[in-house]
């Protein structure tokens, strides 16, 4: 079970700059090489498992976790959220920011905390805004773990159609019932072929519920993803050493997504998870993190290699 109800007393704030301010928490020792965790459409940074990020941090990071703006205890944008038709459309008139946004308020945190550069880990939307930090501001990343996530591309990625009835409803306000909503959505979307504790889900919704209850934040951050587009033709400049992680059995994001990802991201390894949906179940996290870990390890030897370490000239 998880530590999602505990009162978090280690969070902080970061003035990213653009009016924008960043709530994030940290694991494990300051001096080791930082892992940040970029976490997906309308879910808040508790969505990484503590249990994940102590288990990251034991394998030699400093992990960061953060709300995304319109998420959590980080800045919430004032608008309305794009309605039901204008998302079925993909109209973009209903944005007030793109993944671009985004990928700058992360970089700016990055550069805040001087962590940078980082390995930055992001799933599903969390994945897209990690994605764009490494066209936009490749100086900010060691090394880029794009999670359960796609290009931008119509072509690949898709929601199975039966998903679209229960990911588009409205979740309800009051707190068992929103508890129950959440538990619901993830039991469509979530792993089929690994286990999964429902529990875990049910104390994940009860905590996000009690940290930040915005119904519009989810909205805007959709109406963000559909305005940004196509990054397949921009992933094909991205050097910077990538893994690709995609389920087989990811409903939300088919996993066309994750292949067109590892093919349009030159170099980049690709790790299919048997049984895994959209999520994170325990039984994912030794492959996950071992996949992190063995990445980390072939980007800092590639760093070392080309700015070797200055040798102290003979006297």
Known sequence: MGRYSRVIVSEQFCDVGRGITLCYETFGDPSRPPALLIMGLGTQMIAWHEDFCHELAGRGF????????????????PGRPPTIPQLLLRST???????????????????????APAHVIGASMGGMIAQTLAIHHPGSLRSLTSIMSNTGSLRSGQPSLGIYSVFLRRAPAE????????ARVFEAIGSTGLPRDLSDIRALAAASYDRD?????????????????????????VRVPSLVIHGTADRLVS?????????????SR??????????????????????????????DASSSAEHPPLQARPV
């Open 62 to 77: 400093h992990v960061v976790r953060f709300d995304n703006r319109d998420a959590g205890r980080s800045t919430h944008v």
């Open 93 to 115: 008139r209903a944005a007030r920011y793109t993944l671009r946004d985004m990928a700058d308020d992360t970089a700016g945190l990055l550069r805040a905390l001087e962590l």
């Open 175 to 182: 707190r068992g019932a929103y508890v129950e909503h959440v």
């Open 213 to 237: 209850r915005d119904p519009a934040g989810p909205g805007r951050q959709l109406a963000g993803i559909l305005a940004s587009g196509d990054r397949t033709r921009a992933l094909r400049g």
């Open 255 to 267: 996993p066309s997504g994750g292949r067109a990802t590892a093919k349009a991201i030159p170099g």
């Open 270 to 299: 690709l790790m299919m998870v048997p049984g895994m949906g959209h999520d994170l179940p325990r039984a994912a996290w030794p492959q996950i993190v071992e996949g992190i870990a063995e990445l980390a390890q072939q980007a």
